[in-house]
């Protein structure tokens, strides 16, 4: 039976080997996703464009929030939750989908050369696509309501960094997790829903009482959520301690999911 290598330096070396193919399927996913539509790909502008809009209707003149009691306006409490939002989708759109990677493409398994643990690379790789695209919105909204952005949004792409570690690992996880237990799928369904609500998306980890915010801060997605609020729209410098710690709890995820994966797709073909 063939041996699968599950090093860090294996799976470093397959994310650069498989890279073209990995983007000739993230390109045909992107489009496929789209295709006999009447607009095509420009439904992935509109769709955060329409998003932006009714949560700044609903905050701004339904709920007149305000983001921790801060004097700014409504509108600005959207673009302060849509900074949450996009992160938040990035893991969501690849936490969901993970448990049926393998079983939807079971005709790649049975190919001996295709490198399944590609997989969750392609669906990061659509999911990363969009986001961009929310970013790439949210930043003309900012300039429309408030101004021109503070320089630190340069900072975006190493901020999505350790998020982006993090969500591939917790993939390959669920991907084979999900070939053998067909239940994965209905639990992570759940599961995103939770944390919809006990990340800090909707509201500020200062809002909570004292001693329940370090437990909310052991939320995966608190990290990255307040820090790309603080890159985006508090033009803040993300804590560099906070940052390297969160970056190397990721790179371990990833390894450690990597490693699972390439253990247990032995298996694969026999179930599917």
């Not at 209905?186 to 509201?203: A, C, E, H, R």
């Not at 500020?204 to 909310?216: G, H, N, T, V």
Request: positive net charge.
């Amino acid at each position: 039976m063939q041996s699968f290598r599950v090093s860090p330096g294996a799976m470093l070396e397959s994310l650069i080997k498989n890279r073209r193919l990995i983007l000739a399927l993230t390109k045909r996913e992107v489009i496929g996703r789209y295709r006999g539509s009447a607009l095509g790909i420009l439904w992935s502008l509109f769709n955060p464009i329409f998003m932006l809009a009714v949560y700044t209707f609903v905050f701004s003149i339904v709920f007149r929030a305000k983001w921790g009691g801060g004097n700014q306006t409504q509108t600005e409490f959207a673009l302060v939750l849509f900074a949450g939002l996009i992160v938040f989708n990035l893991f969501a759109e690849c936490f969901n989908r993970a448990p049926t990677l393998i079983i939807s493409n079971a005709n790649y398994v049975k190919k001996v050369v295709f490198p399944l643990e590609v997989l969750p690379w392609v669906a990061l790789g659509s999911s990363l696509f969009h986001a961009l695209v929310s970013v790439v919105v949210w930043l003309l909204f900012y300039i429309f309501v408030v101004g021109i952005p503070h320089w630190t949004v340069l900072l975006t792409p190493l901020v999505l960094v350790p998020m982006i570690l993090f969500t591939v690992g917790v993939s390959w996880l669920l991907a084979s997790l999900g070939v053998y237990l067909r239940d994965v799928g209905q639990i992570v369904g759940i599961l995103t829903t939770v944390l919809m609500f006990v990340s800090p998306i909707f509201f500020p980890i200062s809002a909570l009482p004292a001693k329940l915010q370090p437990l909310l801060s052991l939320n995966p997605l608190a990290s990255p959520i307040a820090q790309i609020r603080d890159v985006l729209y508090w033009g803040v410098i993300p804590n560099p301690m906070h940052y390297v710690a969160y970056l190397v709890g990721a790179a371990v995820i990833a390894c450690l999911g990597f490693a699972w994966f390439q253990k247990t797709r032995k298996g694969f073909a026999d179930v599917l």
